[in-house]
């Protein structure tokens, strides 16, 4: 089994900074791909950032220049440093690792409420 823990959201004027964290724990094995995904209300769920294979890094066009997504695999943990958050970026984030050599599987946090005040 894996287990992803969620840390570090919360309430922020717009213009600060947030960083979020999420550890993984379990048979953690061929990391594919980890990173963040956020859902707002009354929308669909999108990505945000992810680090993939080899450390290349895939950023939402809304969050360039102002998101900076790493990694520490020996840890299993993967972090979202947020700057300059604006109102839009208030949602529910999702921490999120793809495993597997051969077969892939998904496996998701439980989600961090983020809310940017105006």
């Known amino acids: 089994q894996v287990q992803l823990v969620e840390s570090g959201g919360g309430l922020v004027q717009a213009g600060g900074s947030l960083r979020l964290s999420c550890s993984a724990s379990?048979?953690?094995?061929?990391?594919?791909?980890m990173g963040w995904y956020r859902q707002a209300p009354g929308k669909q769920r999108e990505l945000v950032a992810a680090?993939?294979?080899?450390?290349?890094?895939n950023y939402a066009d809304s969050v360039k220049g102002r998101f900076t997504i790493s990694g520490d695999n020996a840890k299993n943990t993967v972090y979202l440093q947020m700057s300059s958050l604006k109102p839009e970026d208030t949602a529910v984030y999702y921490c999120?690792?793809?495993?597997?050599?051969?077969?892939?599987?998904?496996?998701w946090g439980q989600g961090t409420q983020v809310t940017v005040s105006s």
């Open positions: 999120h690792f793809r495993l597997g050599r051969f077969v892939k599987s998904d496996y």
């Open positions: 680090i993939i294979g080899g450390g290349a890094t």
């Open positions: 379990g048979s953690i094995f061929n990391i594919n791909a």
